[in-house]
């Protein structure tokens, strides 16, 4: 069955410091997107992606992150420089989208957890 | 803003019971959802009801939704020990371009008593 892979499954890096999160998205999949969970609480939305474009961001989704569909399979979130508070479980998600499937069931990566020290 | 809220927060039970749990949210919806997750690990997509159905079964899976009260329940039947998790309900919000981002609850902890 197909599924949204992510890598890494963990991330240590130090404040400050540019991180890259990587996606693979179910292969005919149309949107992307970030979802973060901050250790006990609920997961937030950050960003979605469409034809090569944000569609929406939360605000968390400041001017420190930026995503990208660098070739016809990944899916990256970049955080420039990372801050403590950056330290959560990064979920990346897919979807056939609403025209396809009519209804917009999201799959969800494993995640990868980020730590900042 | 729409925000999910599950009640309740925690449940313990005896393996072989049923659980239910809640969800309540605040704007209008599409779709609502609920998802496992395993401890620290990724969400699993359970089961998606549409806002023009009332109730829907998948398995042991069993979710109702009333868009009067704005709310949705999730009921296991016969519980195991490998259904301890958090579970979540999220609901759709359209975005510009149609793809709906989805706004999660804050979960309920089940835990299956052996």
């Known amino acids: 069955e197909p599924e949204v892979t992510q890598t890494p499954s963990h991330q240590v890096t130090q404040m400050g410091q540019e991180v890259i999160l990587r996606c693979v998205p179910i292969?005919?999949?149309?949107?992307f997107y970030w979802y973060r969970q901050i250790l006990g609480q609920k997961v937030e939305f950050l960003v979605s992606?469409?034809?090569?474009?944000?569609?929406?961001k939360s605000e968390i989704f400041d001017d420190q992150f930026s995503v990208e569909r660098p070739d016809g399979s990944n899916f990256t979130l970049k955080i420039r420089s990372t801050k403590l508070e950056d330290s959560a479980m990064y979920f990346c998600?897919?979807?056939?989208?609403?025209?396809?499937?009519?209804?917009?069931?999201?799959?969800f990566g494993p995640g990868t957890r980020l730590t900042v020290l | 803003s729409q925000q999910g809220e599950e009640d309740p927060q925690a449940l313990s039970i005896q393996e072989g019971e049923n659980a239910t749990m809640n969800c309540s949210y605040k704007t209008s919806i599409n779709n609502l959802q609920w998802y496992r997750q395993n401890s620290g690990r990724g969400l699993v997509h359970l089961i998606l009801?549409?806002?023009?159905?009332r109730e829907k079964h998948s398995g042991r899976l069993r979710v109702t939704l009333d868009t009067s009260k704005k709310s949705s329940s999730l009921l296991i039947t016969a519980s195991r020990a490998a259904d301890t998790a958090s579970y979540f309900c999220a609901t759709d919000s359209l975005t510009n371009f149609g793809n709906e981002k989805l706004t999660f609850g804050t979960g309920t902890r089940l835990t299956i008593i052996p």
């Open positions: 009801i549409r806002s023009n159905e």
């Open positions: 998600a897919s979807s056939e989208g609403r025209e396809v499937a009519g209804i917009n069931e999201q799959f």
């Open positions: 292969s005919n999949h149309l949107y």
């Open positions: 992606f469409y034809n090569n474009e944000i569609s929406e």
